[in-house]
């Protein structure tokens, strides 16, 4: 087992190897996230805290909140490719997150759901199904 100093080591050397491809990942991700946030503020400013403003507001975000989670899937992938030393490009990634995404999808709906009830049930079994699906995606994709 690694200590952590090795660890972090090894992380920043993989992320200097692979700092084309992960950056344009996390870059895309990160400009995605920050249109939803600011798409959704200007709605509910706009129309006021109301009913009508909420949904536009939920309606408007999912188109973001689908891609964040392709661009999500697709970043595991390219860390993927760069722990095993091969070359992926970040448009092939995304192509392989796509074949996987209902899946991916799925079960991130599944997992956030199990422990909302588990967190709602008492604080512990929330932790514990928190727990046991922490990887589910991982293993999908």
């Known amino acids: 087992m690694l200590s952590s100093k090795d660890l972090i080591t090894e992380s920043f050397n993989l992320y200097r190897a692979s700092f084309k491809s992960l950056s344009k990942a996390v870059l895309f991700l990160g400009l995605v996230s920050f249109t939803q946030a600011v798409a959704s503020v200007r709605i509910i400013d706009f129309f006021g805290p109301t009913t009508q403003a909420e949904i536009s507001s939920l309606l408007i975000?999912?188109?973001?909140?689908l891609l964040a989670a392709l661009l999500s899937a697709a970043l595991i992938y390219l860390v993927d490719a760069a722990l095993n030393k091969e070359r992926l490009l970040f448009?092939?990634?995304?192509?392989?997150?796509?074949?996987?995404?209902?899946?991916?999808?799925?079960?991130?709906?599944?997992?956030?759901i199990l422990t909302a009830v588990g967190f709602l049930a008492l604080i512990v079994p929330g932790v514990y199904i928190w727990v046991i699906f922490a990887f589910a995606t991982y293993f999908v994709l």
Do not use: D, E, H, T
């Open 61 to 65: 975000q999912l188109p973001f909140l």
């Open 91 to 112: 448009k092939q990634a995304v192509a392989r997150a796509g074949r996987k995404f209902l899946i991916f999808l799925a079960v991130s709906i599944v997992a956030g």
